[in-house]
């Protein structure tokens, strides 16, 4: 006999209905029933449906097709059916709270098997609640998410024997999964995960590396370039320092494996600080910390910002060497590993961190004395300065190496000053002076070369500094973005903008596949907006922020929002985003990918 499950049932006693008035509805023509209602159905008296829920259980109904209501199967006392679903075959799987079905022992999750009417366990079952079911009948899998255990798990429909954790391109899932839902067809299909979790994205394998940086360790912001230290303009302080130690700025290029070399070397047996100033903001993702190694090295630290001298909370792997292991969070007493098999260990910012600079206190130590070997500060993806001279400081040897940006000009250019975003600090930026009757192809033009080091997907904004304060609003028009996303990524494409914004802004000019090599090229709009000023466009860029959404097998940031989906790829093709990795939003803004605003300068 076919059945078919019902959420919920709008129950009435044969002895109520019974008492109901004998209506002619044939006399009333067509009639209309409003209210709110579970189900509607028309009165049968020939079918004595009455159920007696115990009201401490939770229980399997069925409907047959001339609606007769029967229990399968009831809980355990206390017990809760949470979720449900049915595969193809017909086989019926359902989870939630409970330690039995029907009298048969299970944790949490069972199965139905409408044929036989008998239920059955599914392995050792799940050591939390279940809340969310999924049947994917492309692979033949049962999706598990809930308040248990990796908070997700899969079982497979015929042959399994236990249950198993899928391999994603996460880790660190420290809350439930609470909805699973397909999207696409057979291969290209992606699993959609919802619930209250944060996450690191991680991949087991190496990835491939785009930069001419030195080989990495696998930390968690390897895919974050790092911001150069080693600057004319930043200005570092440390101590107290031990007699013989290296320079502190030694530390932003290191050499030798952290017991010799450049490595700076606390005072024996004090507390120490180290202070980097680089007075332009910068958004920071984290920062990446290699220790000292030998008869002394830093234990704990916490890391200030300035200039808001904020303490921050920081996430790192509880494993260095493990990128799947737990995601844990720290403040003020961080730890550091002494293990010369880890030469760094990267700690990430919150969301939205901009500063102009840090200061690292070393408050425990290994031995004698605190000390560091290296110090990098990462960006949330990539970054190209317009003025070329704040492009300049990165390491070109050593286990800090890398690419550095790079920005250049046609036409003629001209720094100027202009105010950021916080209080008291200006940025430098470049402008351009473009009589009104210049065609876009005699434009001048500000092309910026970011140093990518992962090949992946990225969104682009474009730094334009406010109008308002330069009183150049007048002459403000449009400009065209022109982005070369590099060798093998696809051809060319340009966005248009207005730049006649009042206050700072950071417009989007790309969402898509990078690799090293793109370049960003801004020039007068083919179809510049306005009349100008005098005769004359004026056209202004401050910088240029790459923002990682995924990259190629390496870790890229966490999100600490309470609400989270990710873009699940089974079978390892593209997805239905087309980048086979995840996609992510909070609860009341989409695309809010890691790091929130990008309004900073």
């Not at 599914?122 to 033949?140: I, P």
């Not at 007699?243 to 507390?271: H, I, K, M, Q, Y």
């Not at 550091?336 to 990430?348: A, E, K, R, V, W």
């Not at 308002?468 to 060798?487: E, H, K, L, Y």
Request: hydrophobic share 35%; with cysteine.
């Amino acid at each position: 006999m076919g059945c078919r499950l019902c959420a919920g049932l709008a129950l009435l006693s044969l002895a109520a209905a019974q008492s109901l008035p004998k209506i002619d509805f044939g006399a009333l023509g067509t009639i209309a029933i409003a209210g709110n209602f579970a189900g509607l159905q028309l009165y049968d008296s020939s079918n004595n449906n009455t159920l007696s829920p115990s009201g401490s259980d939770s229980s399997l109904l069925s409907r047959s097709a001339t609606g007769q209501v029967r229990i399968l199967g009831s809980t355990d006392n206390g017990g809760s059916i949470d979720a449900i679903c049915q595969s193809s075959s017909n086989q019926t799987f359902l989870a939630g709270n409970f330690t039995s079905i029907a009298n048969v022992s299970a944790s949490n999750v069972a199965s139905y098997n409408p044929s036989t009417n008998t239920f059955a366990a599914l392995g050792s079952g799940l050591d939390g609640a279940v809340q969310v079911l999924f049947c994917d009948d492309a692979s033949n899998t049962l999706y598990a998410g809930g308040n248990f255990t990796d908070s997700l798990s899969t079982w497979a429909y015929s042959g399994s024997s236990a249950w198993t954790v899928p391999s994603l391109p996460i880790s660190s899932l420290n809350g439930p999964v609470q909805a699973i839902q397909a999207a696409g067809q057979d291969a290209s299909r992606s699993i959609f995960l919802g619930g209250q979790f944060s996450y690191s994205i991680t991949n087991s394998s190496t990835g491939s590396r785009d930069s001419t940086e030195a080989p990495s360790f696998p930390s968690l912001g390897s895919s974050l370039t790092p911001i150069p230290l080693n600057t004319p303009e930043s200005y570092t302080w440390a101590g107290p320092t031990a007699s013989g130690s290296a320079d502190p700025t030694d530390v932003f290029c290191p050499t030798g494996d952290g017991s010799t070399g450049t490595t700076w070397l606390a005072e024996e047996g004090e507390r120490a600080i180290f202070v980097v100033r680089l007075y332009t903001p910068h958004q920071m993702g984290g920062i990446r910390i290699g220790n000292v190694f030998g008869g002394q090295g830093t234990r704990q630290f916490n890391v200030l910002t300035v200039p808001d001298s904020i303490v921050q909370p920081l996430q790192y792997y509880s494993d260095p060497n493990d990128p799947t292991s737990e995601l844990r969070t720290c403040q003020w007493e961080c730890p550091l590993s002494h293990n010369t098999s880890i030469p760094y260990q990267d700690f990430l910012f919150p969301n939205d961190t901009t500063a102009t600079g840090f200061q690292i206190n070393i408050n425990q130590w290994y031995g004698s004395g605190g000390g560091l070997h290296q110090v990098s500060l990462l960006s949330n993806g990539a970054y190209a300065f317009a003025s070329e001279g704040a492009n300049q400081g990165a390491c070109t040897t050593g286990i800090a190496a890398q690419d550095s940006s790079s920005s250049s000009t046609s036409g003629t250019w001209s720094n100027i000053t202009v105010s950021s975003s916080i209080s008291g600090v200006s940025a430098s930026a470049l402008e351009a002076t473009v009589p009104t009757s210049t065609a876009a192809t005699d434009s001048p033009t500000l092309s910026f070369s970011p140093a990518i080091s992962s090949q992946g997907q990225y969104e682009a904004y474009l730094l334009v500094p406010g109008c308002s304060a330069t009183g150049t609003c007048a002459s403000r028009t449009t400009v065209d973005v022109i982005v070369n996303p590099g060798p093998g990524q696809g051809s060319s494409t340009t966005t248009t903008i207005d730049q006649t914004n009042t206050a700072n802004a950071s417009p989007l000019v790309y969402s898509g596949p990078l690799t090293a090599g793109a370049t960003f090229e801004v020039r007068l709009s083919a179809n510049p907006e306005g009349s100008g000023s005098g005769g004359n466009y004026q056209i202004v860029a401050t910088k240029l922020q790459l923002v990682a959404q995924a990259t190629d097998g390496r870790a890229l940031a966490t999100r600490s929002s309470a609400y989270s989906m990710l873009e699940y790829v089974p079978t390892g093709s593209n997805g239905v985003f087309r980048d086979g990795a995840f996609f992510c939003c909070c609860r009341f803004r989409l695309y809010d990918h890691f790091f929130g605003k990008r309004d900073s300068f």
